[in-house]
Structure formats: structure tokens, C-alpha cells
């Protein structure tokens, strides 16, 4: 009988690959169920330990879970590809999502179903904001808590892909800030170690110095904390049922306003600003249109009323349609009673283009249309003087095929995702075709608007969920990830 031999070097390595991917989200499954801990401890200390079941049964079956997917997985050689780091990613956030959704799940006061369960988790873990509860008030103390440290998480994961693995994959923006950085004897923070540190540092001094303004200004200690880690993070979640409007206080929408900008400013250079000069951001290209941007969205509208109805402005009104602006375009999703942008339409298609590579919002990235808007400047210009010899630039740098081809093959996917969604939307639930496309822009780019998620069958959830993963990740890694493992499988059967 012909045995059919498998030693291949390509095949070794496959397997070794496969091997490491795994056992990196055994690690990840055990480090959810020991931060777990924390709202099990606030559990302890403020309930009583009524609801410690939901916690002491998620960690022991996260650990479980972990320890078995590690104990059969370990291996000496932890060797990852360019082509691993895909597929690495996009199971990285769906293992944080799906062992994040234990404590949801088995919370007996709020009966989910599993889906609906792993929609509250996906949409904290990718700093979404949508929830699938209808009255969040409810929810003991511990699980919101929960809730905000996946918001937290989900922060620090963004920019962590955003920093080392986008780069490498040639996809998120963050590789011009390599480029620009070419010089290894000036180059900041060259160590990527010291990059993740150092940006921990900053958002965790960013979060903790907005709580603490928070506080001053009137709000507790617990709202300070959450509300805080919700608009640096650019999440959105909310422990109360109608979001910031249940505050009126003019001085915290500023406050937070604030914090949302941060968080949707590309954080290397909130870094280099902290560590160096405070005006160095103020030298990026990227950020000074984002802020421009932020401004015309700002005082447009206030400018046109008052030319129209100086009677109707009010500090009050002024402050919340500030607040309720910088949430859309940060893709935060917060949500006041006022604002002078009509209709309420507008703010999604703000929040579209969302803010700054390497940052935590969602959107299309205001780098992608400047990139485009680059690449059709010089082909205008090519086309009127065709002798020339010049290349698109961006930032003083000229921009890299690759880049070019990145940009337009992600605007091309996500009109392909959108329409598919809407699709699936239009035939599985009773909503008008604009509801449905509300739905999406809220899930697809992460903004987290609608409320009322809790309505939609398994079928819609199910599509929804699959829209936070792939806005989150920027819609490309998810394809490459399936090629790579459809080419693998291929050519292990043609083996």
C-alpha cells in the first residue's frame, strides 16, 4: 500500500505555523480569564458576591479552554510569516471576542442567546459601542465594568495591530510613519517593545487624567472611570440606558470631547508629543486636516445659526453639539438631546470617514482619502502635461505602489461588504432599507449609533457581528486570512 509522505519543508512549516497561531490564542483565552478577576473582585466587594457565578465560571472555563489549547499545541519553534500574521489577527480578536462573552452568556438576570452574547462582546472588544441589552441599568456592577475593560482592551489592541502588525502586512497607514522614519540613527522609538510601552503609558495617563477631571466636575467615581475609558478607547459603551444625555453638564461633554479627540489622533504621535515637544503633531499632515476637518464640523453649523436664529444658541446647546460632532467623527457613538446638524444622517456619513490611522476609531481613515486625493491630483496633472516625470506624494513622500493598491482595494471591499450586508439585512428582518444601512454604518465602521440591536434575529446579529470584526480590522487582513487558509487546505488535499 502507497503511503503518501508529507515531510515536505513547506509543509513542516505550515504546520509549525498553524501550531503557533493556535497556541498564541490558547494564551490569549487564559489572559481573558485572569482579567476576569477585576470585575470579579468588584463583584465581591460591592454585590456581595451575588453574581461572583458569572465570573467564577467564565475564568475556569477560560483557563480550561487555554490550558488545553496550549498544553496540545506548544511546540519548541514559534516561527510566524508575513502570511501567519493575517491569519494571526483575525483569530486573535475572534478568540478575545468569543471568551469575552462567557460572563454575558451566563448572566442569568439578562437570558442572551449565545449570538446575542458574542455581539455585546465583539462590539466592546472592537471599541464598537453597540450593545445588545435594552436596559444596561440593570446589569450589576461587575458585568459593566466588564464591559468597559473590554473597551480598554479593545484600545490597546488597536493600536497595538496598528503599530506593529499593519505595518508589516502593508495595509493600515501606519507604514508611511516607517517611511518617514527610514533613518535607523534618528529613528524614534525603534524598538517596537518600547513603542507598546510607551503607548500604554500614555493612553492609561490619557484615561486616568480624564477620570480625574471627570470626578472634579461632579460625576461619581464609577462614571468617571467608565465614561473615561469609553471616550479615549472611542467606544462608545455607556452604563447608563440614554448615554451622556442623563449628565446635563456642559463642562463634562468638554471634557470628554477632549479625551475623544486623543483617542482618534494617530497615537504615535500623542507619544512623540508627550516624550518630545507638544506641537509635533501639529507637523503631521494627516492630523492638522483631521483638525481642520473637526473645526469646519464645528462652527459651520453654529456660524449658519447664528446668521439664522441667534435666539436658539445657548452655551448649553453650543457645548452638546461640539460633544455630539467630535463623537460621530471619532466613531465614539455617544449621544446627546442637541445639536444644530440636521439630519441626523450627516453625522453617520462624519463618522465614515472617521479619524486618524493608528488610532482607536473606526471610518475609512483620513489618511486613505488623502492618499486617494494624491493619487488623482497626479493623474490629472499627468494627464495635462505628459512629458513630466513625477510621482504621487503624501506628507513629502512619495507614495509606495503597494500603498496604492492597499487603499484601493479596501474601498472596493467595503462597498462589497456593505451591499452584502444590506442584503442579508433587507431579507432577514422587517426594517426599511435606510434602517438597515443605519444598522451597518453603525457596525461596519464601528460607531455603535443604533440602538435597538437587540431586535434583530440570529441571521442580521450574526451579519452585524461579522461587520464590527472587519471594520475593525480594516476589511483586508479578513480576506487575506481566508485565502491563506483556502490555498493551505488546497494543497494539502492536492498532496
Known amino acids: 500500500m502507497h503511503t503518501i509522505q508529507y515531510d515536505t519543508y513547506a509543509y513542516r512549516i505550515l504546520l509549525i505555523n498553524f501550531r ?11 489572559s481573558f480569564g485572569i482579567l476576569m478577576l477585576i470585575p470579579l473582585l468588584v463583584e465581591l466587594f460591592t454585590n456581595s458576591g451575588n453574581c461572583a457565578y458569572i465570573f467564577i465560571t467564565s475564568i475556569i472555563s477560560c483557563l480550561i479552554l487555554g490550558g488545553i489549547i496550549i498544553s496540545a499545541c506548544k511546540s519548541k519553534n514559534f516561527t510566524l510569516t508575513r502570511s501567519d500574521a493575517f491569519i494571526l489577527v483575525v483569530l486573535a480578536w475572534i478568540t478575545s471576542s468569543f471568551v469575552s462573552s462567557f460572563p454575558f452568556y451566563i448572566y442569568h438576570g439578562y437570558k442572551l442567546d449565545f449570538i446575542s452574547a458574542f455581539f455585546e462582546s465583539v462590539s466592546g472588544i472592537t471599541t464598537t459601542g453597540a450593545t445588545i441589552y435594552k436596559n444596561v441599568e440593570i446589569l450589576p456592577l461587575s458585568l459593566n465594568i466588564w464591559r468597559f475593560i473590554l473597551h480598554f482592551i479593545g484600545g490597546i489592541g488597536v493600536i497595538a495591530i496598528s503599530l506593529l502588525v499593519m505595518p508589516i502586512m502593508r495595509i493600515g497607514g501606519m507604514q508611511l510613519f516607517q517611511i518617514e522614519n527610514s533613518d535607523k ?38 462614571d468617571s472611570i467608565c465614561y473615561s475609558i469609553s471616550a479615549v478607547s472611542t467606544g462608545g459603551f455607556s452604563n447608563k440606558n440614554y448615554d451622556i444625555i442623563t449628565i446635563h453638564n456642559s463642562t463634562i461633554e468638554l471634557i470628554l470631547s477632549v479625551a475623544m479627540l486623543f483617542g482618534s489622533i494617530t497615537i504615535i504621535e500623542v507619544v512623540k508629543a508627550f516624550k518630545c515637544n507638544v506641537f509635533t503633531f501639529f ?12 473645526l469646519l464640523l464645528v462652527f459651520l453649523p453654529i456660524l449658519f445659526q447664528l446668521i439664522t436664529d441667534i435666539s436658539s444658541l445657548s452655551y448649553k446647546k453650543i457645548t452638546s453639539h461640539t460633544f455630539q460632532v467630535i463623537s460621530a467623527i471619532t466613531t465614539t457613538g455617544f449621544d446627546t438631546s442637541h445639536n444644530y446638524i440636521n439630519p441626523k444622517i450627516l453625522l453617520i456619513l462624519f463618522a465614515i470617514i472617521g479619524g486618524c490611522s493608528g488610532s482607536t476609531t473606526g471610518g475609512i481613515k483620513i489618511f486613505r482619502l488623502q492618499i486617494l486625493y ?10 495635462s502635461s505628459q512629458n513630466s516625470i513625477t510621482f504621487p506624494k503624501y506628507n513629502g513622500t512619495k507614495i509606495d505602489d503597494s500603498l496604492t493598491i492597499s487603499v484601493i482595494s479596501y474601498i472596493i471591499l467595503l462597498v462589497f461588504v456593505f451591499v452584502l450586508s444590506l442584503i442579508v439585512l433587507a431579507l432577514f428582518s422587517d426594517r426599511s432599507i435606510s434602517s438597515c444601512c443605519y444598522s451597518i454604518c453603525s457596525c461596519l465602521f464601528n460607531l455603535g449609533y443604533d440602538i435597538n440591536f437587540y431586535t434583530f434575529s440570529i441571521a442580521p446579529k450574526c451579519i452585524l457581528i461579522f461587520d464590527m470584526i472587519i471594520g475593525r480590522l480594516e476589511i483586508i487582513p479578513i480576506f487575506v486570512a481566508l485565502s491563506q487558509v483556502f490555498n493551505s487546505c488546497a494543497n494539502i488535499l492536492k498532496k
Request: hydrophobic content about 55%.
Open 374 to 383: 494624491a493619487i488623482l491630483k497626479h493623474h490629472i496633472s499627468k494627464l
Open 20 to 30: 503557533t497561531i493556535i497556541f498564541i490564542n490558547g494564551v490569549i483565552a487564559c
Open 283 to 294: 507637523k503631521n499632515q494627516q492630523i492638522r486636516t483631521f483638525l481642520m476637518f473637526v
Open 185 to 222: 540613527s534618528q529613528k524614534f522609538l525603534s524598538k517596537s517593545y518600547q513603542v507598546i510601552a510607551y503607548f500604554i503609558l500614555v493612553y492609561c495617563a490619557i484615561i486616568l487624567l480624564t477620570a480625574i477631571a471627570l470626578s472634579a466636575n461632579g460625576m461619581n467615581l464609577v
